[in-house]
């Protein structure tokens, strides 16, 4: 251990390590997992390590002295063990563009500037084969699929308090009074195609003007169409018919497809199952098809706060594979594709696209933002993944959190904190949950900023109703932190909304499903 007379810090490591290149330490992608000389296990840096120690921010069993590094494509996990029989997951990392040739073997490093002498260590035991072991999967709990009539998502708008709940049946309802009341928003739409909706989005500067995607099979073929409004859902015309939407397919219960850039509310992207992602210019009045056809789009978001001329869009896709892995029905439109992250530049002229993970049997369902532009988490098929460098590098979110299975709802909440007297500067609270979870408190957070330990927001979440027997961890596909009140939380299952008033120590059911 480090002291005033030798000078050895305890921060220094040896372990198992992955790197590209050999000409330094910052020669290519890298990964790994050590025993520190404090005693410590720790992996790869999971944040950005400006300071250069390449250690990641938790802490794994000090008694966990066997480690192994697994490689599966671009996916690398890493293990502990206390007896090297019985093995326990302590991290994932998913490098995109990681040459399929690497360099593995142990490694001895002192913090940088940090010890004035020497140290030594030692391994046994070290073997390199080619076998990859399988991974188990975890289906979903079949009750919990969407329903008829089931809310599976809400939007807020950016101006006012109004919510939009889109429904798999019911069409679009909406709600001025913090969900406490509900009026269907449908203006006349009644036709079984128009009232599954797959997503909704609304102008960030004008909530006068609401965008609605839906759409069903009818007589054998998928039947879509793109709804606006410019009187708040009083009236609804019809912009476009080329966007598939599917809104009682499996992805009706992933992230939205419909963006407004709040940048330049102007520049609107849009996306259904198969044919493409669609661009307007004009604030979602006509629409022209820019790319991605033939892959599954499941969720877009543009950047909320960003250098980059136009703005940014970040497009997830999905591995058809998943849905069959995961229990989650069949879609209309089947394509073979792995799952995909692209940064799409969505300045004047036509976008530009830059893939950044691929990987199969991966499927990508929610985008959730940081105060950070490159600061990204996402809900997967597999769990929920963090980058904070553009794409080059995604972390798994296992601390604390459930891992290594389907999540779709996460969210997140912006907000401003006085650090020092006079001084305030913008934070970020993260939430997330799995979609069937065991757990009776199944939401999780991270307060201030995403590369934190994450927790139970309530260990002892109390739920509400009319004398029906419900619970929180049933189908859960939407989080919703209120953009104005800091202890409000909204959560969407298979029962209907649910709304938190006090940081989810309890939750009501405003707004069940209908039959």
Same mark, same amino acid.
């Given at each position: 251990?480090?002291?005033?007379?030798?000078?050895?810090?305890?921060?220094n490591?040896?372990?198992l390590?992955?790197? =590209?290149?050999?000409q330094?330490?910052? %020669?290519? /992608?890298r990964?790994g997992?050590?025993c520190?000389?404090?005693?410590?296990v720790? $992996?790869?840096?999971d944040?950005?390590?400006?300071?250069?120690?390449?250690l $990641?921010?938790?802490?794994?069993? /000090?008694?966990?002295?066997?480690?192994?590094?697994?490689?599966r494509?671009?996916?690398?996990?890493?293990?502990?063990?206390?007896?090297?029989?019985?093995?326990?997951?302590?991290?994932?990392?998913?490098?995109?563009?990681?040459?399929?040739d690497?360099?593995?073997?142990?490694l001895?490093?002192s913090?940088?500037g940090?010890?004035?002498?020497?140290?030594y260590?030692?391994?046994?035991?070290?073997?390199?084969?080619?076998?990859?072991?399988?991974?188990?999967?975890?289906a979903?709990?079949?009750?919990?699929?969407?329903?008829?009539?089931?809310?599976t998502?809400?939007?807020?708008?950016?101006?006012?308090?109004?919510?939009?709940?889109?429904? *798999?049946?019911?069409g679009?309802?909406k709600?001025?009074?913090?969900?406490?009341?509900w009026?269907?928003?449908?203006?006349?739409?009644t036709?079984?195609?128009?009232?599954?909706?797959?997503?909704?989005?609304?102008?960030?500067?004008?909530?006068?003007?609401?965008?609605?995607?839906?759409?069903?099979?009818?007589?054998?073929?998928?039947?879509?169409?793109?709804?606006?409004?410019?009187?708040?859902?009083?009236?609804?015309?019809?912009?476009s018919?080329?966007? %598939?939407?599917?809104?009682?397919?499996p992805?009706?219960?992933?992230?939205?497809?419909?963006?407004?850039?709040?940048?330049?509310?102007? &520049?609107?992207?849009?996306?259904g199952?198969?044919?493409?992602?669609?661009?307007s210019r004009?604030a979602?009045?006509?629409?022209e098809?820019?790319?991605?056809?033939?892959?599954?789009?499941?969720?877009?978001?543009?950047?909320?706060?960003?250098q980059?001329?136009?703005?940014?869009?970040i497009v997830?896709?999905f591995?058809?594979?998943?849905?069959?892995?995961?229990?989650l029905?069949?879609?209309?439109s089947?394509?073979?594709?792995?799952?995909?992250?692209?940064?799409?530049?969505?300045?004047?002229?036509?976008?530009?696209?830059?893939?950044?993970? =691929?990987?199969? %049997?991966?499927?990508?369902?929610?985008?959730?933002?940081? &105060?950070?532009?490159?600061? &990204?988490?996402?809900?997967?098929?597999?769990?929920?993944?963090?980058?904070?460098?553009? $794409? *080059? &590098?995604?972390?798994?979110r296992?601390?604390?959190?459930?891992?290594?299975?389907?999540?779709?709802?996460?969210?997140?909440r912006?907000?401003m904190?006085?650090?020092?007297?006079?001084e305030?500067?913008?934070?970020?609270?993260?939430?997330?949950?799995?979609?069937? $979870?065991?757990?009776?408190?199944?939401?999780?957070?991270?307060?201030?900023?995403t590369?934190?330990?994450?927790?139970?927001?309530?260990g002892?979440?109390?739920?509400?109703?009319?004398?029906?027997?419900?619970?929180?961890?049933?189908?859960?596909?939407?989080i919703l932190?209120?953009?104005?009140?800091?202890n409000?939380?909204?959560?969407?299952?298979?029962?209907?909304?649910?709304k938190?008033?006090?940081?989810?120590?309890?939750?009501?059911?405003?707004?069940?499903?209908?039959?």
């Amino acid at each position: 251990m480090r002291n005033d007379e030798n000078g050895f810090h305890g921060a220094n490591w040896l372990g198992l390590y992955i790197q =590209e290149g050999l000409q330094g330490p910052w %020669d290519g /992608k890298r990964f790994g997992i050590y025993c520190l000389a404090n005693g410590t296990v720790k $992996g790869a840096a999971d944040f950005p390590d400006l300071g250069g120690g390449y250690l $990641g921010i938790p802490s794994f069993p /000090k008694d966990h002295r066997w480690l192994k590094i697994v490689r599966r494509e671009s996916r690398f996990q890493a293990f502990t063990s206390a007896d090297g029989k019985t093995w326990q997951k302590a991290m994932e990392q998913i490098l995109p563009t990681c040459k399929k040739d690497i360099h593995a073997g142990l490694l001895f490093r002192s913090v940088p500037g940090k010890s004035r002498s020497l140290f030594y260590g030692s391994f046994d035991n070290v073997t390199l084969t080619p076998d990859v072991p399988q991974e188990s999967r975890q289906a979903i709990r079949r009750e919990d699929l969407p329903r008829f009539g089931q809310v599976t998502a809400l939007v807020q708008a950016s101006t006012t308090n109004t919510l939009y709940a889109r429904t *798999n049946g019911k069409g679009l309802l909406k709600s001025t009074d913090g969900g406490e009341s509900w009026q269907p928003a449908n203006a006349g739409l009644t036709t079984p195609d128009a009232l599954v909706v797959r997503s909704v989005a609304v102008h960030p500067k004008d909530d006068s003007i609401v965008l609605w995607g839906s759409g069903c099979v009818v007589d054998g073929k998928l039947k879509s169409g793109l709804f606006r409004s410019a009187d708040r859902g009083k009236s609804w015309k019809r912009v476009s018919a080329d966007i %598939d939407f599917d809104g009682q397919g499996p992805t009706t219960i992933f992230g939205e497809v419909i963006a407004f850039n709040p940048g330049n509310p102007g &520049v609107v992207a849009a996306a259904g199952e198969t044919g493409g992602l669609f661009f307007s210019r004009d604030a979602g009045e006509t629409w022209e098809n820019v790319g991605l056809k033939r892959e599954r789009v499941t969720c877009l978001s543009f950047v909320p706060t960003t250098q980059e001329e136009g703005g940014v869009l970040i497009v997830g896709t999905f591995d058809d594979r998943e849905f069959e892995t995961l229990g989650l029905g069949k879609p209309v439109s089947p394509v073979k594709t792995p799952g995909r992250i692209y940064w799409v530049g969505a300045k004047a002229g036509k976008p530009t696209f830059r893939p950044s993970l =691929e990987a199969e %049997d991966f499927g990508i369902t929610n985008i959730g933002h940081d &105060v950070h532009e490159n600061f &990204v988490t996402f809900a997967t098929t597999r769990s929920v993944y963090y980058t904070w460098q553009h $794409g *080059n &590098v995604f972390a798994q979110r296992l601390y604390n959190l459930p891992a290594d299975m389907l999540y779709t709802a996460p969210g997140y909440r912006q907000f401003m904190k006085e650090t020092r007297v006079g001084e305030s500067r913008t934070k970020s609270t993260t939430y997330a949950a799995p979609f069937s $979870g065991q757990e009776k408190s199944p939401v999780y957070c991270v307060p201030e900023r995403t590369t934190g330990i994450w927790s139970i927001l309530s260990g002892n979440a109390q739920v509400e109703t009319q004398g029906s027997t419900v619970t929180l961890n049933a189908g859960i596909t939407c989080i919703l932190p209120d953009k104005d009140q800091e202890n409000t939380l909204y959560l969407c299952n298979r029962h209907g909304v649910f709304k938190s008033a006090d940081k989810g120590k309890s939750y009501k059911l405003i707004l069940t499903r209908s039959p």
